[in-house]
T-cell receptor
Framework: KAGVTQTPRYLIKTRGQQVTLSCSPI?????VSWYQQTPGQGLQFLFE???????NKGNFPGRFSGRQFSNSRSEMNVSTLELGDSALYLC???????????FGDGTRLSIL | GDSVTQMEGPVTLSEEAFLTINCTYT??????LFWYVQYPGEGLQLLLK?????DKGSNKGFEATYRKETTSFHLEKGSVQVSDSAVYFC????????????????FGKGTKLSVKP
């Protein structure tokens, strides 16, 4: 069974640009969660989608948004990028959200 | 709000030494508790979990017991190997009183473990 796939693995952007990250969950998993990992703040929850609906949201500004498609694939968008958005963005999937989450290898976003 | 506190690293041990990484939590509801491990350049892998008080999670020689009275979930291993070198994260998922999802994990800051041969 293929794991959680995140693309791209690495991304370099400049301030003010926007970016879209993609996550394909494990087949059959309907819950997709996104996390931001930075050296200073550690791992922080961004949002969770289940059956195309946002079910939970962390404490991030509105520049961070996401969506989920009918095949459970999810995208995360960050607009008006700031230097502080440089981070490893991790996606995790689970069956219903009530099972342990399985993580992808992440997308490392660098803002210049 | 809910939170997880784990011992700061780095922790450096010799091969075959005993490992303990302390983790305590604060939660308003009935949390499930997890340990995840992250190897360099990779995402997180679930190491073990416990869903209710007194449950013991175990995997690959690692163990942790859910202690509600001390709000703790300490990770232990009797004999570490060089291949155990990684960053370990304690996490909780609190469904509160409403049976909500576990889709939002709250993590500790992570503990970096280095095992020397």
């Amino acid at each position: 069974k293929a794991g959680v796939t995140q693309t791209p693995r690495y991304l370099i952007k400049t301030r003010g640009q926007q970016v879209t990250l993609s996550c394909s969950p494990i087949s059959g998993h309907r819950s997709v969660s996104w996390y931001q990992q930075t050296p200073g703040q550690g791992l922080q929850f961004l949002f969770e989608y289940f059956s195309e609906t946002q079910r939970n949201k962390g404490n991030f500004p509105g520049r961070f948004s996401g969506r989920q498609f009918s095949n459970s694939r999810s995208e995360m968008n960050v607009s008006t990028l700031e230097l502080g958005d440089s981070a490893l963005y991790l996606c995790a999937s689970s069956d219903t959200g009530n099972q342990p989450q399985h993580f992808g290898d992440g997308t490392r976003l660098s803002i210049l | 709000g809910d939170s997880v506190t784990q011992m700061e690293g780095p922790v450096t041990l010799s091969e075959e030494a005993f490992l303990t990484i302390n983790c305590t939590y604060t939660a308003t509801g009935y949390p499930s508790l997890f340990w995840y491990v992250q190897y360099p350049g990779e995402g997180l892998q679930l190491l073990l979990k416990a869903t209710k008080a007194d449950d013991k999670g175990s995997n690959k020689g690692f163990e942790a017991t859910y202690r509600k009275e001390t709000t703790s979930f300490h990770l232990e291993k009797g004999s570490v190997q060089v291949s155990d070198s990684a960053v370990y994260f304690c996490a909780l998922s609190d469904r509160g009183n409403y049976g909500g999802s576990q889709g939002n994990l709250i993590f500790g800051k992570g503990t970096k473990l280095s095992v020397k041969p």
